[in-house]
Protein backbone atom coordinates (compact mmCIF):
# COMPACT_ATOMS: atom_id res chain seq x y z
CA UNK A 1 0.00 0.00 0.00
CA UNK A 2 1.52 3.09 -1.16
CA UNK A 3 1.75 5.97 2.12
CA UNK A 4 -0.09 8.45 0.51
CA UNK A 5 -2.43 7.70 -2.25
CA UNK A 6 -4.48 9.60 -5.05
CA UNK A 7 -6.94 8.99 -7.86
CA UNK A 8 -4.92 9.73 -10.64
CA UNK A 9 -7.74 10.72 -12.83
CA UNK A 10 -8.21 12.40 -14.70
CA UNK A 11 -11.00 14.17 -13.32
CA UNK A 12 -13.02 16.47 -15.90
CA UNK A 13 -15.48 18.64 -14.42
CA UNK A 14 -17.33 21.85 -16.15
CA UNK A 15 -16.33 25.48 -15.53
CA UNK A 16 -18.20 26.36 -12.64
CA UNK A 17 -18.57 23.04 -11.20
CA UNK A 18 -17.27 21.50 -7.97
CA UNK A 19 -14.01 19.81 -7.82
CA UNK A 20 -13.49 17.73 -5.26
CA UNK A 21 -9.89 15.79 -4.93
CA UNK A 22 -9.33 13.11 -2.32
CA UNK A 23 -6.49 11.92 -0.96
CA UNK A 24 -5.47 8.75 1.77
CA UNK A 25 -2.47 8.22 3.39
CA UNK A 26 -1.51 5.41 5.84
CA UNK A 27 0.72 6.51 8.57
CA UNK A 28 -1.36 7.62 11.23
CA UNK A 29 0.69 9.68 13.29
CA UNK A 30 0.96 12.19 10.15
CA UNK A 31 0.17 15.76 11.87
CA UNK A 32 0.80 18.10 8.24
CA UNK A 33 -0.64 18.11 5.23
CA UNK A 34 -0.67 19.75 1.82
CA UNK A 35 -2.21 20.11 -1.58
CA UNK A 36 0.22 21.70 -4.46
CA UNK A 37 -0.57 22.37 -7.70
CA UNK A 38 1.38 21.69 -10.63
CA UNK A 39 0.95 23.13 -14.23
CA UNK A 40 1.92 21.06 -17.35
CA UNK A 41 5.73 21.36 -17.38
CA UNK A 42 6.27 23.39 -14.59
CA UNK A 43 7.25 23.18 -10.69
CA UNK A 44 4.85 22.61 -7.95
CA UNK A 45 3.12 25.47 -5.86
CA UNK A 46 1.68 25.20 -2.88
CA UNK A 47 -2.01 25.73 -2.44
CA UNK A 48 -3.30 25.03 1.07
CA UNK A 49 -1.83 23.49 4.22
CA UNK A 50 -4.41 22.19 7.04
CA UNK A 51 -3.43 20.75 10.81
CA UNK A 52 -6.27 20.29 12.10
CA UNK A 53 -9.63 18.16 11.87
CA UNK A 54 -11.79 20.03 9.85
CA UNK A 55 -12.58 22.47 7.11
CA UNK A 56 -10.07 25.24 5.53
CA UNK A 57 -11.45 27.62 3.42
CA UNK A 58 -9.19 30.27 1.00
CA UNK A 59 -10.62 32.06 -1.62
CA UNK A 60 -12.64 29.75 -3.71
CA UNK A 61 -10.40 26.12 -2.52
CA UNK A 62 -11.33 24.18 0.53
CA UNK A 63 -9.33 21.78 2.54
CA UNK A 64 -10.54 19.05 4.75
CA UNK A 65 -9.18 16.88 7.00
CA UNK A 66 -10.63 14.07 8.89
CA UNK A 67 -7.50 12.44 10.78
CA UNK A 68 -9.97 9.42 12.05
CA UNK A 69 -10.26 8.48 8.57
CA UNK A 70 -7.05 9.19 7.46
CA UNK A 71 -8.67 11.32 4.63
CA UNK A 72 -7.47 14.80 2.96
CA UNK A 73 -9.66 16.33 0.49
CA UNK A 74 -9.74 19.93 -1.92
CA UNK A 75 -12.80 21.14 -2.97
CA UNK A 76 -12.44 23.87 -6.02
CA UNK A 77 -15.76 25.84 -5.90
CA UNK A 78 -16.38 27.51 -9.40
CA UNK A 79 -13.58 25.60 -10.95
CA UNK A 80 -12.28 27.86 -13.97
CA UNK A 81 -9.97 26.38 -17.08
CA UNK A 82 -7.41 28.11 -15.55
CA UNK A 83 -7.75 25.51 -12.02
CA UNK A 84 -6.63 22.75 -15.29
CA UNK A 85 -3.42 20.86 -13.58
CA UNK A 86 -2.17 18.39 -11.70
CA UNK A 87 -2.98 18.65 -7.80
CA UNK A 88 -0.57 16.53 -5.69
CA UNK A 89 -1.59 15.96 -2.08
CA UNK A 90 1.42 15.59 0.03
CA UNK A 91 2.02 14.54 3.75
CA UNK A 92 4.66 15.05 6.43
CA UNK A 93 5.30 12.02 8.53
CA UNK A 94 5.48 11.72 12.00
CA UNK A 95 8.23 11.50 13.51
CA UNK A 96 10.96 14.10 15.47
CA UNK A 97 13.24 13.80 12.85
CA UNK A 98 11.11 14.36 9.74
CA UNK A 99 12.64 17.51 8.64
CA UNK A 100 10.11 18.62 6.95
CA UNK A 101 10.10 15.54 4.84
CA UNK A 102 7.36 15.13 2.43
CA UNK A 103 5.71 11.81 0.98
CA UNK A 104 3.32 12.76 -2.05
CA UNK A 105 0.72 10.94 -3.94
CA UNK A 106 1.02 10.38 -7.49
CA UNK A 107 -1.12 13.14 -8.49
CA UNK A 108 -4.75 13.93 -10.17
CA UNK A 109 -5.02 15.35 -13.28
CA UNK A 110 -8.12 17.93 -12.87
CA UNK A 111 -9.06 19.44 -16.63
CA UNK A 112 -11.84 22.29 -16.20
CA UNK A 113 -13.87 22.24 -19.50
CA UNK A 114 -15.68 25.24 -20.86
CA UNK B 1 14.66 37.43 -4.99
CA UNK B 2 14.71 34.58 -7.70
CA UNK B 3 13.74 32.13 -5.05
CA UNK B 4 15.30 28.82 -6.03
CA UNK B 5 16.80 28.76 -9.39
CA UNK B 6 18.24 24.93 -11.04
CA UNK B 7 21.08 24.74 -13.40
CA UNK B 8 20.59 23.07 -16.52
CA UNK B 9 17.15 23.12 -17.71
CA UNK B 10 17.96 20.53 -19.76
CA UNK B 11 20.61 17.49 -20.03
CA UNK B 12 21.09 14.83 -22.17
CA UNK B 13 23.51 11.99 -21.15
CA UNK B 14 24.96 8.57 -22.74
CA UNK B 15 24.66 5.71 -20.12
CA UNK B 16 27.69 6.00 -17.61
CA UNK B 17 28.45 9.58 -17.91
CA UNK B 18 28.58 11.91 -14.83
CA UNK B 19 27.23 14.91 -14.15
CA UNK B 20 25.95 17.19 -10.97
CA UNK B 21 22.73 19.43 -11.44
CA UNK B 22 22.88 22.43 -9.51
CA UNK B 23 20.53 24.12 -7.12
CA UNK B 24 20.70 27.54 -5.22
CA UNK B 25 18.61 29.55 -2.79
CA UNK B 26 18.36 33.10 -1.77
CA UNK B 27 15.30 32.60 0.69
CA UNK B 28 17.37 31.74 3.57
CA UNK B 29 16.34 28.02 4.07
CA UNK B 30 17.97 26.35 6.08
CA UNK B 31 16.59 22.68 4.26
CA UNK B 32 16.68 21.69 1.21
CA UNK B 33 15.63 18.57 -1.39
CA UNK B 34 15.98 17.07 -4.26
CA UNK B 35 13.10 15.01 -5.94
CA UNK B 36 12.51 13.16 -9.02
CA UNK B 37 9.09 13.07 -10.65
CA UNK B 38 8.52 10.01 -12.93
CA UNK B 39 5.31 9.95 -14.80
CA UNK B 40 2.11 8.51 -12.74
CA UNK B 41 4.95 8.60 -9.19
CA UNK B 42 4.42 11.87 -8.03
CA UNK B 43 7.49 13.43 -6.71
CA UNK B 44 9.87 10.91 -4.95
CA UNK B 45 12.35 12.42 -1.89
CA UNK B 46 16.15 11.31 -3.25
CA UNK B 47 18.41 13.49 -0.57
CA UNK B 48 17.52 15.87 1.87
CA UNK B 49 19.76 18.42 3.94
CA UNK B 50 18.34 19.62 7.38
CA UNK B 51 20.97 22.04 7.78
CA UNK B 52 24.20 23.13 6.51
CA UNK B 53 26.68 20.62 6.66
CA UNK B 54 24.29 17.92 6.97
CA UNK B 55 22.64 15.50 4.38
CA UNK B 56 20.64 12.40 4.56
CA UNK B 57 18.64 9.90 2.36
CA UNK B 58 15.36 10.03 1.38
CA UNK B 59 13.29 7.22 -0.56
CA UNK B 60 15.12 6.73 -3.62
CA UNK B 61 19.19 7.75 -2.39
CA UNK B 62 20.40 4.87 -5.48
CA UNK B 63 22.87 6.29 -7.70
CA UNK B 64 23.18 9.86 -6.34
CA UNK B 65 25.12 11.66 -3.71
CA UNK B 66 24.80 15.13 -3.02
CA UNK B 67 26.66 17.67 -1.25
CA UNK B 68 25.35 20.86 0.51
CA UNK B 69 28.26 23.17 0.10
CA UNK B 70 26.67 26.12 2.02
CA UNK B 71 23.61 27.70 3.56
CA UNK B 72 22.77 28.22 -0.20
CA UNK B 73 23.65 25.96 -2.50
CA UNK B 74 22.91 21.94 -2.52
CA UNK B 75 24.25 19.53 -5.65
CA UNK B 76 23.37 16.31 -6.83
CA UNK B 77 25.16 14.17 -8.44
CA UNK B 78 25.13 11.01 -10.85
CA UNK B 79 28.11 9.55 -10.98
CA UNK B 80 27.49 6.66 -13.64
CA UNK B 81 24.13 7.65 -15.32
CA UNK B 82 21.48 4.59 -16.02
CA UNK B 83 18.78 5.45 -18.08
CA UNK B 84 16.50 4.43 -15.32
CA UNK B 85 17.54 7.97 -13.91
CA UNK B 86 15.95 9.69 -16.96
CA UNK B 87 13.23 11.80 -14.95
CA UNK B 88 12.52 15.33 -13.80
CA UNK B 89 14.62 16.85 -11.03
CA UNK B 90 13.50 19.02 -8.63
CA UNK B 91 15.43 20.91 -5.61
CA UNK B 92 12.79 22.63 -3.15
CA UNK B 93 13.54 24.95 -0.02
CA UNK B 94 11.59 24.85 3.05
CA UNK B 95 10.88 27.80 4.50
CA UNK B 96 8.51 26.72 8.26
CA UNK B 97 5.62 24.24 6.17
CA UNK B 98 6.26 25.66 2.89
CA UNK B 99 8.54 24.22 0.30
CA UNK B 100 9.32 26.24 -2.18
CA UNK B 101 10.43 24.35 -5.75
CA UNK B 102 12.71 24.85 -8.24
CA UNK B 103 12.07 25.00 -12.12
CA UNK B 104 13.41 21.59 -12.56
CA UNK B 105 15.71 20.19 -14.48
CA UNK B 106 14.94 17.56 -17.55
CA UNK B 107 17.13 14.46 -17.41
CA UNK B 108 17.38 12.03 -20.43
CA UNK B 109 19.84 9.10 -20.15
CA UNK B 110 20.47 7.31 -23.39
Known amino acids: QKEVEQNSGPLSVPEGAIASLNCTYS??????FFWYRQYSGKSPELIMS????GDKEDGRFTAQLNKASQYVSLLIRDSQPSDSATYLC??????????????FGQGTILTVHP | NAGVTQTPKFQVLKTGQSMTLQCAQD?????MYWYRQDPGMGLRLIYY???????DKGEVPNGYNVSRLNKREFSLRLESAAPSQTSVYFC?????????FGPGTRLLVL
Open chain 1, 90 to 103: AVVNAGGTSYGKLT
Open chain 1, 27 to 32: DRGSQS
Open chain 1, 50 to 53: IYSN
Open chain 2, 27 to 31: MNHNS
Open chain 2, 49 to 55: SASEGTT
Open chain 2, 92 to 100: AGRQGETQY
